[in-house]
């Protein structure tokens, strides 16, 4: 009976999961967990073998910072699984800012060097779930408002899984159905 146990108990390890989560907010606001909360709520079944773990970026040219990568390689030490990782990252002014369209080609490489997943949000995350951008001081305060009126029901879910994201748009559900599986009827 301790064998059979002891299997279960290793077997139910080798199944579980981390997805590590990275984000431009900070450990402070967390605006962006709220949001990509609110989508795993909504769209994805819950799965106990899965533990999310967020990690702050504070800022995405924080990206390959040593201290982000540290936390990384920290939590997938930690965990005796398999471990994922994902960068939400915002598009910002791609169309007319030659330094976000290095920044974010040089992500892009770094996730692909590094096998890591990533999401775009473009122009920004408020952009994604609002119809539009958000002003830094109010950022907190439309990220619990979003949460608290159930505003993932307005949210049109084509807008959410872009091949390629264009304004207002994202590829979160494509991304994330890589490791939830999709609620019943949604598609």
Not at 76 to 104: N, R, T
Not at 143 to 169: D, G, Q, W, Y
Request: hydrophobic content about 35%; charged content about 25%; overall charge positive.
């Amino acid at each position: 009976m301790l064998i059979r146990q002891t299997s279960l108990v290793f077997l139910e390890v080798l199944m579980s999961k981390q997805v590590i989560l990275c984000m431009e907010t900070n450990k402070q606001k967390r605006t962006d967990y709220v949001y990509i909360q609110c989508v795993l709520n909504h769209y994805f079944e819950k799965d106990q073998n899965i533990v999310q773990t967020p990690v702050f970026m504070g800022t995405k040219s924080r990206y390959n910072h040593q201290k982000v990568i540290k936390e990384i390689e920290t939590n997938i030490k930690a965990f005796h699984g398999s471990s994922h990782v994902i960068y939400f990252i915002d598009m910002d002014h791609i169309a007319s800012s030659p330094e976000d369209v290095k920044l974010l080609d040089d992500i892009i490489k770094y996730c692909e060097q590094k096998k890591y997943d990533l999401v775009l949000f473009n122009n920004d995350i408020e952009d994604v779930f609002w119809g539009e951008s958000v002003k830094d001081g109010e950022k907190v305060q439309k990220a619990t408002m979003f949460r608290s009126n159930k505003r993932i029901n307005e949210v049109s879910t084509s807008s959410l899984c872009a091949s390629n994201p264009s304004r207002h748009k994202s590829n979160i559900l494509n991304i994330l159905k890589k490791y939830w599986t999709r609620k019943d009827g949604d598609t």
